[in-house]
């Protein structure tokens, strides 16, 4: 299947985009957990050894503060093979941090529940790879070939594939500040410059 890690300064994996999102505030960190990887289940991406379980988890490490909050290290790798094609993968690296994480309990509608307030971090990058089997740079005549290939017949479809993963990742970037109930800021006012037409 190919190792499932990037290979840093080779021009055979291209970010498609990354962002992060920080939410300060009441969440429960445990649903948030479990919406990300059922999001990530959903959509077809597979965990490192390509079985359907939790190694998606290649990091977890949480210490306890001398106040009782909780922090939290924890990273994800996933992958998926858009159209099991054999030449294009979609990498998805996802690292968690929380901060001042403590149990709470809040009054909702007359009900207590219990939940999390605290700083959650979420940095996600989206990475489209190119021969991920290395299957052309491994093989005497094609590693030649491999680069012109790329930059003339493949580029269209590269870009393609580059355009349908960052649509991906933006739609997880969306699911997330929707469950986090995070929202643009206040009205920007009028632009600076006018309207066409006017």
Do not use: C
Request: charged share 30%; aromatic share 16%.
């Amino acid at each position: 299947m190919g190792a499932l890690k990037l290979r840093p300064g080779n021009d055979r994996d291209i970010l498609a985009t990354k962002f992060e999102i920080e939410h300060e505030e009441v969440f429960h960190l445990k649903n948030l957990y479990k919406l990300i990887y059922e999001w990530l289940d959903e959509e077809g991406f597979t965990a490192v050894d390509g079985k359907a379980d939790d190694k998606i988890e290649t990091l977890y490490f949480d210490k306890t503060t001398a106040d009782g909050a909780k922090e939290h290290q924890i990273w994800w790798r996933a992958f998926q093979v858009p159209r099991d094609n054999k030449y294009y993968r979609y990498f998805i690296k996802i690292d968690w941090q929380t901060l001042y994480i403590k149990s709470m309990e809040i009054m909702h509608k007359g009900q207590k529940f219990k939940t999390n307030k605290g700083d959650v971090i979420l940095r996600i990058e989206a990475w489209l790879q190119l021969d991920y089997q290395n299957k052309w740079e491994n093989h005497p005549i094609l590693r030649i070939f491999d680069r012109w290939f790329r930059e003339r017949f493949y580029l269209e479809r590269i870009k393609s594939y580059k355009h349908d993963l960052y649509l991906t990742a933006f739609r997880l970037h969306q699911t997330i500040k929707q469950y986090l109930q995070l929202k643009a800021p206040v009205d920007w006012g009028r632009p600076f410059h006018p309207e066409r037409g006017v």
